[in-house]
């Protein structure tokens, strides 16, 4: 199939399980950076939440609100949207066909290409320098960046057992076991990625201890 196919909702009729299955094949070079970019609204929309949970003195709900908050970033939002911004560029700088194709240029604006690949880890960075988050403890974080991280392998794999099709066109240059390598290899990457974030939070703000006081006018 084309380039411009694999952007496409696939359906086959009568075949009501590879249906379903190819309404989650979005296109090579778009799913990671879909879920990089709802992963971005959903923490600000927590953040947001919590900011005005604080000025109108809800202390009960604000707790609560900020651990997800701070779970959020240091488990998903900064380690995804830092991988995103890693694996893209440099796949896109070695040979942008496997990840971006010239053919993309016509229906997916620069803009938008940079909103999806790019400004996620400025604004990650952002986060990290203008607001201190709570890290859980390091076993705890790995386990469910680990959890998530083989969660999403296997939807992967799994679209690949129904429909014959990778999710990432570039998979299909590999051999199962360089397959294997390749998927260990971003494990161990996104570990590194989330390491580097905690280190960073701690480097800035110390062993921070969050006040919940509400807000004094």
Same mark, same amino acid.
């Given at each position: 199939?084309?380039?411009?196919? %694999?952007?496409?909702?696939?359906?086959?009729?009568?075949?009501?399980?590879?249906?379903?299955?190819?309404?989650?094949?979005?296109?090579?070079?778009?799913?990671?950076?879909?879920?990089?970019?709802?992963?971005?609204?959903?923490?600000?929309?927590?953040?947001?939440?919590?900011?005005? $949970?604080?000025?109108?003195?809800?202390?009960?709900?604000?707790?609560?609100?900020?651990?997800? %908050?701070?779970?959020?970033?240091?488990?998903?939002?900064? &380690?995804?949207?830092?991988?995103?911004?890693?694996?893209?560029?440099?796949?896109?700088?070695?040979?942008?066909?496997?990840?971006? &194709?010239?053919?993309?240029?016509?229906?997916?604006?620069?803009?938008?290409?940079?909103?999806?690949?790019?400004?996620?880890? &400025?604004?990650?960075?952002?986060?990290?320098?203008?607001?201190?988050? %709570?890290?859980?403890?390091?076993?705890?974080?790995?386990?469910?960046?680990?959890?998530?991280?083989?969660?999403? $392998?296997?939807?992967?794999?799994?679209?690949?057992?129904?429909?014959?099709?990778?999710?990432?066109?570039?998979?299909?240059?590999?051999?199962?076991?360089?397959?294997?390598?390749?998927?260990?290899?971003?494990?161990?990457?996104?570990?590194?990625?989330?390491?580097?974030?905690?280190?960073?939070? %701690?480097?800035?703000?110390?062993?921070?201890?969050?006040?919940?006081?509400?807000?004094?006018?």
């Amino acid at each position: 199939p084309s380039w411009q196919g %694999r952007l496409q909702v696939f359906c086959r009729p009568k075949q009501w399980g590879k249906k379903k299955a190819n309404q989650l094949h979005l296109g090579g070079s778009s799913i990671a950076p879909l879920h990089s970019s709802v992963l971005q609204a959903v923490f600000y929309g927590i953040s947001f939440l919590a900011d005005v $949970l604080r000025l109108i003195k809800k202390l009960p709900s604000v707790k609560y609100i900020i651990s997800c %908050r701070d779970l959020l970033f240091s488990v998903l939002a900064f &380690p995804v949207s830092t991988f995103v911004f890693m694996s893209f560029w440099v796949l896109y700088t070695y040979n942008r066909e496997l990840v971006y &194709p010239k053919s993309l240029d016509g229906i997916i604006p620069m803009w938008l290409n940079h909103a999806m690949h790019t400004v996620v880890l &400025p604004l990650a960075l952002l986060e990290i320098f203008a607001t201190p988050h %709570r890290y859980p403890p390091k076993k705890k974080g790995l386990i469910l960046l680990g959890f998530v991280s083989v969660a999403y $392998l296997s939807w992967v794999l799994w679209i690949y057992s129904v429909t014959g099709e990778w999710v990432y066109p570039l998979f299909t240059f590999f051999s199962p076991v360089g397959l294997a390598a390749f998927f260990c290899s971003s494990i161990v990457l996104i570990v590194w990625i989330y390491n580097t974030g905690e280190f960073l939070n %701690r480097m800035i703000w110390g062993q921070f201890t969050f006040c919940f006081s509400p807000v004094v006018k």
